[in-house]
């Protein structure tokens, strides 16, 4: 391995060591000591750019996450646990900090997701949307009907819509190739599938979605391939919830005359 290609890995591990929580001094200190496998404050300080003095603070901090072990030397040695242990104990950290976190949020209780709102609210970038979409087929009770191109009907949307059918909510979906009308038939088979007012492949336009007739999502691809999922830029949506939300109300009735043409409708 080139000399650059170890200063790419100490990078990345001291940048995710620093995500994970551990000071700066600590992250470089267990980097250091990672490629040492034992060392002393000197030898750590000299590896990784950190002040001898301060070496000593950061062992104390990665000795309370479980991560070092001190040899009572003259001078003492420090010695560090290994990458899949380490790896174990994050782990195991961000399963409890989740679930703390969710059962905290959920005891709060403020938020009504169905509420009644007004005006729309906006969400940019595609995994922001994704994860909205997905939020919201999760939610519902009765009815989804989802217009999109078939390059934003991944498989975790495909098998929240599957879980939705299961659950006994109607699913309609639009705007997709013949071939992946078939994967829709395959992993749903009640799901009924229809044309749309648009040619979806020749507009920037991203989803369209009612859920139980009142809430409510459109987008549109802002920069198309140009940009990345994760980009603000790549899709942006509006959304509104309630039965005299602004949005849910035009929504609806050009669903409503959509699906009524389609002999979709009830």
């Not at 650059?4 to 990078?11: I, P």
């Not at 990784?48 to 070496?55: G, H």
């Not at 409890?96 to 709102?117: N, P, V, Y």
């Not at 009907?145 to 495909?158: P, R």
Request: with cysteine; hydrophobic share 40%.
């Amino acid at each position: 391995m080139s000399t650059d290609s170890g200063d790419d890995f100490r990078s990345v591990a001291i940048e995710q060591l620093k995500q994970l929580g551990l000071s700066a001094y600590a992250a470089r200190t267990f980097v250091a000591l990672t490629s040492l496998g034992i060392g002393t404050a000197t030898e750590i300080s000299e590896v990784s750019e950190v002040p001898r003095t301060r070496v000593y603070d950061a062992v104390d901090e990665l000795r309370e996450r479980g991560l070092v072990d001190v040899q009572q030397s003259s001078p003492k040695q420090f010695w560090v646990v290994s990458a899949e242990t380490t790896c174990q104990k994050f782990e195991h950290e961000m399963r409890q900090r989740t679930s703390l976190l969710t059962t905290a949020l959920q005891e709060l209780g403020t938020a009504q997701r169905k509420q009644e709102q007004r005006g729309v609210w906006t969400v940019d970038g595609q995994s922001a949307v994704t994860d909205r979409v997905l939020e919201f087929i999760g939610d519902a009770d009765d009815e989804i009907v989802y217009m999109t191109v078939e390059g934003l009907l991944t498989e975790d949307i495909v098998e929240a819509l599957g879980e939705a059918a299961r659950r006994g909510v109607s699913i309609r979906v639009a705007g997709i190739s013949p071939d992946v009308q078939g994967t829709i038939r395959d992993e749903i088979p009640d799901a009924e599938l229809f044309d749309t007012l648009w040619m979806w492949s020749d507009t920037p336009a991203g989803r369209l979605m009612m859920v139980d007739r009142n809430q409510t999502l459109v987008s549109v691809l802002v920069n198309g391939s140009d940009a990345t999922p994760s980009d603000p830029r790549s899709e942006t949506a509006i959304w509104g919830a309630g039965e005299t939300n602004s949005l849910v109300a035009v929504l609806r009735a050009i669903f409503a005359w959509r699906l009524e043409r389609d002999g979709l409708d009830d």
